[in-house]
């Protein structure tokens, strides 16, 4: 019973749903079966080498769903093994975020006990990104899902001939970043970065107004999208602002009557702190406009303007095809909050 139970390392799927996730595929795939008992709590924590908690609270959700019942001095036996699982996802991410985990926990809330989710993360590096691939297809199981996000620090040219040849299309679910040369036959919920800032923009003009000047920062070494760069470009034409792009906040001089879009959270951090050494108040002589919304930025610095695509409709929108096996194939919903930084 134990060669049952499949908990990774490298996989962000918390360890307690790991458990419960190999005790699901189990049951619909004829493996374990109706009053079959499962290992004890203490059989689990010393094979794998994790905490009693972790176990305990795996068995609590069984319970708690009715697919396992405990028998005091006994142990934990099956009491549902008519199960309709609907899917087993793979899941990759280029990182874990805050705004990542968002979509995650609304894609694992939504699909609850429907499905399982194998969750890994390839930090922006398209070498990984292939490998965890690749290594999925290595596994004793098959597939019904791929979902995959797609940004790279370098590389990553030859993505689509890669996932063409890789990855049934049938099965491919993409978010976050639209693969274009993939037919719209293939479900994806992305951001239309270049439309997205612009309209952004366009909303906060009226704001932007009192500044002569906007640069955007844009690491030269970037995951973020160049579309972001064409759609803030064409902004500052059509409505005549000088601007710039930034590719090293640390050693750029604050100027005033200037806007500043940050993209990364540590370049938000060091652009504060480089303000904070001059003269100039923040919403009057120099202003931000930040990606993502995090609960810190409504508090910091008396709230910092925010304009940020709807992660939590990203991860809702992936579990909803999953679940209905239908594709879709839209651009997710983006949104600004206005605040006293600009």
């Known amino acids: 019973m134990l060669r049952l139970i499949d908990i990774k390392e490298e996989s962000k799927v918390p360890k307690y749903k790991q458990i419960v996730d190999s005790i699901l595929a189990a049951i619909e795939n004829g493996k374990i079966k109706l009053d079959d008992r499962l290992p004890s709590v203490n059989e689990l924590l010393i094979e794998f080498d994790i905490s009693r908690d972790t176990v305990v609270r795996a068995y609590d959700h069984l319970k708690k769903n009715k697919i396992i019942v405990s028998v005091p001095g006994k142990g934990y036996y099956i009491k549902q093994d008519q199960l309709a699982l609907k899917a087993k996802v793979f899941l990759l991410f280029n990182k874990l ?7 995650y926990d609304a894609f694992a809330k939504s699909l609850g006990d429907n499905a399982t989710i194998d969750f890994f993360i390839y930090e922006n590096n398209y070498r990984h990104f292939k490998e965890l691939i690749m290594d999925s297809k290595k596994r004793s199981y098959t597939y019904t899902h791929y979902v995959v996000i ?3 620090e370098e590389g990553g040219d030859d993505v689509l001939n890669f996932i063409k040849e890789e990855i049934p299309l049938e099965k491919l679910i993409v978010l976050d970043k639209r693969l ?7 479900s994806c919920i992305y951001q239309d970065f270049e439309k997205d800032i612009y309209s952004a923009l366009v909303e906060l003009n009226s704001k932007l107004r009192k500044y002569s000047k906007i640069k955007l920062l844009l690491r030269q070494k970037t995951y973020h999208p160049l579309e972001i760069k064409k759609g803030f470009i064409k902004f500052c034409g059509q409505y005549a602002y000088d601007f710039g792009i930034i590719e090293e906040i640390e050693s750029s001089k604050i100027e005033p009557e200037t806007v500043y879009i ?3 959270e540590n370049d938000l951090v060091t652009l504060i702190k480089k303000i904070k050494q001059t003269e100039y108040e923040l919403g009057k002589d120099v202003g931000i406009i930040s990606y993502n919304e995090t609960p810190l930025k409504e508090v910091l610095l008396d709230g910092i303007t925010v304009i940020s695509t709807d992660f939590e409709n990203l991860g809702k929108k992936a579990a909803e095809i999953v679940l209905n096996n239908q594709p879709i194939y839209s651009d997710n919903p983006f949104y600004v909050i206005q605040r006293n930084s600009l």
């Open 97 to 103: 975020s805050p705004h990542k985990k968002i979509i």
């Open 150 to 152: 797609s940004h790279f």
């Open 180 to 186: 274009d040369g993939l037919s719209k036959q293939v």
């Open 262 to 264: 940050n993209l990364k």
